[in-house]
């Protein structure tokens, strides 16, 4: 999977609230990507790469969506960087609206 591909389909599964996501990895994984959004994309999608490898259940659904952002066509060659300012602005908000549907699923729960 390119780095794009990696960070789309990352994008889909937050977006699913089916796949359970560990609060406080999440948050962690959030502050990773701070860190890294003045470099390469490639660095992001290894950040969420390597973050997938420890939660099995995240990892599989990425890897089920891959088959539906393969299917986009490729970005051209040295557009790297405008993807970088692309991508970026969505993950943050997407890990933070993920972590508040996260939070209210417990409480709705005991209600």
């Not at 994008?11 to 990895?25: G, K, M, T």
């Not at 420890?54 to 970005?75: D, G, I, N, Q, Y």
């Not at 051209?76 to 549907?101: C, F, M, T």
Request: charged share 25%; with cysteine.
């Amino acid at each position: 999977m390119t780095p794009d591909q990696i960070i789309r389909a990352f994008l889909r599964v937050l977006a699913d609230e089916s796949v359970n996501f560990p609060l406080n990895d999440l948050s962690a994984l959030s502050q990773t990507l701070t860190a890294l959004q003045d470099r390469p994309i490639s660095n992001t999608a290894l950040a969420i790469k390597e973050w997938c490898k420890e939660h099995s259940e995240v990892k599989e659904a990425v890897l089920a969506r891959r088959r539906e952002v393969t299917e986009v066509e490729p970005p051209p060659p040295g557009s790297e960087e405008i993807i970088l300012k692309n991508r970026y602005p969505e993950l943050i908000p997407a890990i933070k609206d993920r972590n508040n549907v996260s939070q209210q699923s417990p409480q709705q729960n005991e209600s």
